[in-house]
């Protein structure tokens, strides 16, 4: 017995465009009195609500990273001291020649690789003193080729 399965009719949709939106169309919707200054307005708006709604990003992150700086390290931060990329939501600063970066909430300490000086490595998370502590005295970022290999023990051989 052979069982025969029936193909489902393809609905086709069509589009159509109105002749009078068609931009190669003689026809043109009527201008109306003050239609081009209403057209600035809302453009105006726009703009000044996307600009103000950077200035208050910036503002955010500076404030945050602020905080947690002086909350950690007891130092006060001026506005200048912090840079900030609204775009991708990241904030850093330099403080006594250490950089914090502030991304998706999250403090950092951002550092060189130990052996070549190179390079930029993103710690862990920094959340207390004692975080930033281990930062500071025991984390060494290395690049994959610049690991130390631990000398034998025995080298009298």
């Known amino acids: ?10 609905r086709m949709t069509r589009w159509t465009t109105p002749s009078s939106l068609v931009a190669t169309s003689p026809l043109r919707w009527p201008d109306r009195p003050g239609q081009q200054e209403a057209a600035q307005n809302w453009q105006a ?7 103000k709604t950077v200035e208050d990003r910036e503002l955010l992150l500076r404030l945050r990273l602020a905080g947690r ?3 950690l390290t007891g130092r006060v931060l001026a506005k200048e001291e912090i840079a900030v990329d609204c775009a991708i939501w990241r904030a850093m600063a330099m403080v006594d020649g250490v950089i914090f970066h502030l991304g998706e909430r999250e403090l950092t300490v951002l550092r060189p690789c130990a052996h ?11 959340v207390s003193q004692s975080d930033l502590g281990y930062v500071l005295a025991a984390w ?3 690049h994959d080729d610049c690991q130390p290999t631990d000398a034998p023990d025995d080298v009298s051989w």
């Open 1 to 10: 017995m052979r069982i025969r399965l029936q193909k489902r009719p393809r």
């Open 45 to 51: 708006k726009a703009m000044a609500v996307y600009t």
């Open 116 to 126: 070549c000086e190179t390079g930029c490595f993103k710690s862990l998370p920094i």
């Open 140 to 142: 060494q970022p290395y």
């Open 69 to 71: 700086v002086q909350a």
